[in-house]
Structure formats: structure tokens, C-alpha cells
């Protein structure tokens, strides 16, 4: 059994709305440690249990990533929707380092398509773009560590 991110994030808002310390969660592969800090907010604490594969290699048993809208999406004061990450992770913008990118500056997108993968603990989330439009800015490099709610892309929508 595998986690995603939302049942990796669902564990830590149960475990923040009781009033346990500390709650471990041992599956095959993944451990996860949760412990209140001094301020009330859990911090995560994982170890997994296998050997590490490199980044760019998806594990070949794990089922194709789940598409996932990403729900973090805004205008600007331009107008543009900002794509922003729906969690933390490494932002990749091809399906391998010999793929070409989902998308570049300038690519003219339709609602559904493939931006960028986001990988966290060898789990790769698929970000598709909510709106149709041309693609007008890209802001993080390719293969870096993005954070919750940063921009990815500025998308400029098409009337």
C-alpha cells in the first residue's frame, strides 16, 4: 500500500485535531513519525524503509500518477491565473530527463493538460491547468524543490 499526499496530509489534520503527542504510521515501504512541536503544529518525520531510487526514476510497480488539478490556481492583477503547488515537493517539468516538457513559454494549453509532475517521497502528482490559455511564465527551474502554494506558472487566459 501506498500513501498520496492528501492521505499523508488527511493523517496529520486527524492527528491535529485530537490530542495525542505523537502517533507513528508503519505501511511496507514508508514510516511516518508525526510529533507536536512547542506550538501545537505537528511536524512530519519520514524514513522510508526501502532502498532510495534515484528521482527521475518513477517506480515501475506504482500505478501512473493521478492527475490533480491544481486547486491553487488565481489571477494576478494582470489578469493571468498563477498555477501555484498544491503541495510541497520536486518540480519536474517532463515526464523523464530524456522527455521533452509537458509545456514551455508560450505553449497555448486547454483545461486538463499536463503542466508538470511534482514528486514527493516517490509519488509523482500529475498538475494539470484548469483554464485554457498560453502559457506566458514558468517560474521555478526543472528538478528543484518547490513549496506549498509558490507560483509554477502564469497562465494569460484565452477569450
Do not use: H, W
Amino acid at each position: 500500500m501506498t500513501l498520496s499526499y492528501k492521505d499523508v496530509a488527511d493523517i496529520i489534520k486527524i492527528i491535529d485535531a485530537s490530542s495525542c503527542d505523537e502517533v507513528i504510521v508503519e505501511l511496507a515501504d514508508v514510516k511516518i513519525v508525526v510529533r507536536r512541536g512547542g506550538g501545537g503544529t505537528p511536524a512530519i518525520v519520514t524514513a522510508p524503509v526501502t532502498a532510495v531510487r534515484p528521482a527521475a526514476m518513477p517506480v515501475p510497480s506504482a500505478p501512473p500518477p493521478k492527475a490533480v488539478p491544481s486547486a491553487l490556481s488565481a489571477q494576478d492583477s494582470d489578469g493571468r491565473v498563477i498555477v501555484r503547488a498544491p503541495m510541497t515537493g520536486t518540480f519536474y517539468r517532463s515526464p523523464s530527463p530524456k522527455d521533452p516538457p509537458f509545456v514551455e513559454v508560450g505553449s497555448v494549453v486547454n483545461a486538463g493538460d499536463v503542466l508538470c509532475s511534482i514528486e514527493v517521497m516517490k509519488l509523482f502528482t500529475t498538475i494539470t491547468a484548469e483554464v485554457s490559455g498560453k502559457v506566458v511564465r514558468i517560474f521555478p527551474d526543472n528538478a528543484v524543490l518547490v513549496q506549498f502554494d509558490q507560483p509554477l506558472f502564469a497562465i494569460e487566459v484565452q477569450t
